[in-house]
């Protein structure tokens, strides 16, 4: 009883239950008194409501509808595409069709009022300008149609949900430097790749999937087999990007916080290093461990992303307790680039330790003060730069550009 209650009162069928509740007084009110002007209203109402409601009914039968979304995976700043299509079956026009693919991305407006005439259909497209970076629902399309008092509304689901993935936006670094690893035997020390490179190295026999560019063909004249070239890397240091998550360090709310300044300039390094052929790596831990071991080209980047455009500061592992737990992946080898907004001096102590043992080591350290918290990093700066740790200052607002470079590094970078 109390479930109808609720349902009658609504604010779908609030129209509809004051329509209804006009309709009992009048009927009590004109078999009462008698007044033929009650009769009359009596009448109306009783005709209208389901005139209404076979109209709502009429509306949602013999559609069609279709919407092609263009965009699945896309990059902060890009649009997000769709086109939506409704058909018209019946030999009788479609009338106050509301239309909308929702979605839970921000700033999606595709909700529509369209006119169908017989026998024709209506398409257009929605562009969504991605503004914030994450995994976001679309669908499934709901074709509404109602009447023109708004006692009914019906409801038509097309289609299933998809996802779109939007990564995290990327700028450009050209002066960004961390400390290169000191690695034995550099210039003569190779490893096998199936990349092309300038070092090759010999040939081997022809095998399926394998690039016409690589193959070598007086090695083939010679032997009268296919034969196709091998190459090898020149030794170069792992980058390690490290970048905290842990819930108690951020500050700052969306857009202008801590999380998404890290997040950027995670992607912006990672792309720097790709783009120059370097073996890129991630380690985050939000709501549990990731690890992307180093790897070169554009996939990884893509990977990269894929794991940036998802990581949130929900995190309650300190920074210095995952830099002893994963210390085992970081060797004399290793270039690390730590990106944090912590001002505890705890993880340094493991930064230390592993630049002791021959890992060298940049921090980008995000200043919290400048995004409404209390903290100040002034005094980890000092010990940082006590330290000789390369050490980049972000604050809320700075052309990512300009603040890492190494002209704003080092003790000139603090501005009081």
């Known amino acids: 009883m109390i479930r109808t209650v609720r349902t009658l009162f609504s604010p779908e069928r609030r129209i509809l239950s004051l329509v209804i509740a006009i309709l009992l007084v009048s009927m009590f009110t004109a078999f009462g008194t008698g007044f033929w002007l009650l009769f009359r209203l009596v ?6 409501v389901p005139l209404a409601w076979l109209l709502v009914w009429w509306n949602t039968r013999d559609i069609d509808a279709d919407v092609d979304r263009k965009t699945s995976r896309a990059q902060v700043g890009q649009d997000a595409q769709e086109i939506i299509e409704v058909r018209n ?45 994450g995994l976001f629902d679309w669908g499934p399309l709901r ?22 993935l939007v990564y995290p936006p990327v700028v450009d670094l050209p002066h960004f430097q961390a400390p290169p690893a000191n690695l034995p035997g550099e210039g003569r020390f190779r490893r ?6 300038p070092n090759a190295s010999g040939v081997r026999e022809y095998a399926p999937g394998d690039a016409f560019n690589r193959i070598h063909w007086k090695s083939t004249a010679r032997t009268g087999e296919m034969m196709v070239k091998t190459f090898e890397l020149d030794p170069a240091s792992d980058i390690w990007i490290v970048i905290d998550l842990e819930r108690r360090v951020n500050a700052g709310r969306e857009d202008d916080s801590t999380e998404e300044y890290g997040v950027r300039i995670a992607a912006s390094i990672a792309r720097h290093y790709v783009v120059g052929n370097r073996p890129v790596g991630l380690m985050t831990f939000g709501r549990d461990l990731s690890v992307l071991e180093p790897e070169r080209g554009q996939q990884q980047l893509t990977r990269i992303l894929e794991s940036l455009a998802t990581a949130n500061a929900v995190g309650d592992a300190p920074l210095g307790n995952l830099l002893m737990e994963e210390q085992r992946r970081f ?21 230390q330790s592993l630049t002791q043992r021959g890992v060298r080591a940049a921090v980008v350290l995000i200043d919290p003060s400048t995004f409404g918290d209390t903290r100040s990093p002034l005094l980890l700066f000092g010990q940082l730069t006590a330290s000789d740790i390369l050490t980049y200052v972000v604050r809320r607002g700075d052309d990512l550009g300009l603040a890492l470079s190494p002209t704003s590094s080092g003790v000139n970078a603090w501005r009081a």
């Open 43 to 48: 009448y109306i109402i009783a005709i209208a």
């Open 89 to 133: 079956r019946s030999f009788l026009p479609k009338v106050w069709l509301e239309v909308e693919d929702p979605s839970d991305l921000p700033g999606h407006r595709s909700k529509r009022v369209v006119i169908i005439p017989p026998r024709r259909s209506r398409n257009w497209i929605v562009n969504t300008p991605l503004r914030r970076r």
């Open 143 to 164: 074709v509404t149609a109602s009447d023109p008092f708004g006692l009914f509304r019906r409801v038509r689901l097309v289609g299933g949900q998809q996802q779109i």
């Open 192 to 197: 096998r790749t199936h990349y092309v490179t």
């Open 331 to 351: 060797g004399r080898h290793t270039t690390l680039v730590v990106i944090t907004s912590s001002t505890d001096d705890s993880w340094l102590t493991a930064v």
